[in-house]
């Protein structure tokens, strides 16, 4: 076993590294004629590219401080749409760091940017509120007048993520029917082209 592995660990040590550490391992070992390419190869090396190694960076965005900052004073917020981070309209806590940026950017200072930037972000915290508020109370009246309640302004976002997971059928109702008409119109076809046929080999014993 002790020579398998260090078979093995030799041949390992012989397929390690680019091309040009191959083909000079083997030209070397004798294993290989020198190629044409060879020298030319060490003259120009191709470029190397660095590995990662494991060590990824995480991904930071310039406002990712706000958004933090945000999420500690509004806590509630964090709880507002988690599956659409990377959507068209981004959570409030997003909103509120960009438009912090923003303000920072033209001349304002920090501390009054985020006032200004907290004051907008909680119009709409205050607008979704008083939805909740609205659906509660419509919810009430379907109850008592016994009828069904009307859907969620906001679905929760395990709804969200179990409306997206599911998947489409392959093809839709109407392409289907397409499909189903245009493969009973070549039936037919073909059993109006089939009946001159029979016809003929009918006919032609009688006239015998």
């Not at 004073?73 to 909103?95: G, N, W």
């Amino acid at each position: 076993q002790s020579k398998a592995l260090s078979g093995q660990r030799e041949t390992m040590s012989w397929m390690k590294g680019d091309l040009l550490s191959k083909s000079r391992r083997l030209v070397g070992g004798l294993a290989m004629r020198e190629p044409v390419w060879l020298k030319a190869m060490e003259a120009s090396p191709p470029p190397v590219f660095p590995r990662s190694n494991g060590n990824l960076k995480k991904i930071v965005l310039p406002e990712d401080s706000y958004v933090r900052r945000f999420a500690r004073k509004h806590p509630e917020a964090k709880l507002v749409d988690p599956i659409k981070a990377s959507a068209f309209i981004p959570d409030p806590a997003r909103v509120y760091g960009c438009r912090v940026l923003e303000l920072t950017k033209n001349g304002i200072s920090e501390d009054d940017a985020m006032s200004v930037a907290n004051v907008l972000c909680m119009e709409y915290l205050a607008e979704r509120k008083e939805m909740k508020k609205a659906y509660k109370r419509l919810k009430e009246l379907a109850v008592l007048q016994d009828k069904t309640p009307p859907p969620k302004p906001y679905l929760s976002s395990k709804t969200e993520m179990q409306i997206q997971e599911k998947k489409p059928p392959t093809d839709p109702p109407s392409v289907r029917r397409l499909h189903e008409t245009h493969l009973g119109s070549n039936q037919t076809d073909r059993k109006l082209q089939s009946l001159p046929e029979t016809r003929a080999s009918c006919t032609s014993p009688c006239t015998q």
